[in-house]
């Protein structure tokens, strides 16, 4: 599969102390891998979704992390550890929504804190294989996704997809993708219909992207047309990811999604939402208490077009999430397996 190997999302190299990430905001026309040395430059990255996804954000900022110990090595150790918790701040500013941003970096200010009296050098190495860590449990974590969600599916099956959850959204194989790229390895012949997720694009631009270069049978439709391939009976299964789940079950995903996870309820089709375990909040009671980021009114008069399809200075509402509630979802796949409804149990259980 070509995009598992030409298309990664976001590698580190140790070599030149550099994060490489594929520019997402040039797809599919331009690829250009950025090679980033500052965690100011990691955060821009991040906020203006050049990489994006929830894993990748984790992996992206864990290094982000290293990258600002590296850069105060040599201070003194008030001021080294001053700059790292500086940086830290700066980059848990860019996106508000996706907690595995927060959860990757708590993880780095562990280690950095169980670092604390050695020398600055040993700290730099304890942040550098933390950072590997992550990337590395992020791989491994995302073929047992795969594995998992593929355990739920035929082979031939029609699965409709919501934004993008793939190849270019973590290190490795993706979340609601994951089960796609695994039964490929295993002829399953799945056919994908991958919606485009407006206003940003990232079903056209990036799902129908990766798939059609990894030679998926997928076919592009406008949101507007799930429920049109839903009742013609083309679809068997819902596949999407996820950027925050709370405690009970309540799914923010990409705006849209909880339009699908309606149709799909009335179709009777399975809603499937698939993501690490890293992604559940259980600190976050319900859905209603996540904070829903609202971004740029451009994005849906300006961004895409050659000349702007609004009334200029028209008012748009532009949420990036809205909140699936939980009797809608079918199934939350992770890594540790699959946790079905009532979820205040189940999910529970996956972390007991």
Same mark, same amino acid.
């Given at each position: ?55 990748? *954000? ?204 309606? %149709? ?17 909040? %259980? ?6 208490? *996540? ?17 702007? %399809? ?21 199934? *939350? ?20």
């Amino acid at each position: 599969m070509k995009t598992l190997d030409a298309y990664q999302a976001v590698r580190f190299d140790h070599d030149s102390d550099e994060l490489i990430l594929l520019d997402q905001t040039l797809l599919p026309n331009e690829t250009r891998f950025l090679r980033l040395r500052e965690p100011e430059t990691v955060r821009e990255a991040i906020h203006v979704l050049r990489v994006r996804g929830a894993p990748a *954000i984790g992996v992206a900022a864990a290094y982000g992390y290293l990258l600002a110990a590296i850069a105060a090595q040599s201070h003194p150790a008030d001021r080294f550890r001053a700059d790292v918790a500086a940086a830290r701040a700066l980059l848990a500013s860019a996106r508000p929504t996706a907690v595995n941003l927060f959860w990757a970096l708590d993880r780095m200010d562990r280690r950095f804190t169980a670092a604390a009296g050695l020398t600055n050098d040993a700290a730099v190495a304890a942040l550098r294989e933390e950072a590997d860590a992550i990337r590395d449990e992020d791989t491994a974590m995302y073929r047992a996704i795969g594995d998992h969600g593929l355990s739920l599916l035929r082979p031939g099956m029609g699965i409709l997809t919501h934004c993008n959850a793939g190849q270019l959204a973590a290190s490795r194989y993706g979340t609601a993708l994951a089960p796609i790229y695994r039964g490929q390895e295993r002829d399953s012949n799945f056919r994908v219909f991958a919606d485009e997720t407006r206003p940003l694009l990232q079903g056209a631009r990036l799902t129908a992207f990766e798939l059609h270069a990894a030679g998926v049978d997928v076919t592009l439709i406008c949101d507007n047309m799930a429920a049109t391939v839903m009742g013609n009976g083309w679809i068997d299964a819902v596949l999407v990811g996820c950027d925050r789940v709370a405690a009970n079950g309540d799914v923010a995903n990409k705006i849209g999604t909880r339009g699908v996870a309606i %149709m799909a309820k009335h179709y009777g089709i399975p809603f499937y939402v698939l993501g690490p375990t890293s992604t559940i909040d %259980m600190a976050t009671a319900t859905g209603r208490d *996540i904070v829903i980021e609202e971004r740029p009114a451009a994005e849906v008069t300006t961004l895409w077009y050659e000349k702007p %399809m609004a009334p200029a200075g028209v008012k748009a509402f532009n949420p990036a999430f809205d909140v699936t509630d939980n009797a809608l979802v079918t199934a *939350i796949v992770t890594e540790k397996g699959v946790a079905r409804p009532p979820y205040g149990e189940s999910l529970a259980r996956l972390f007991a």
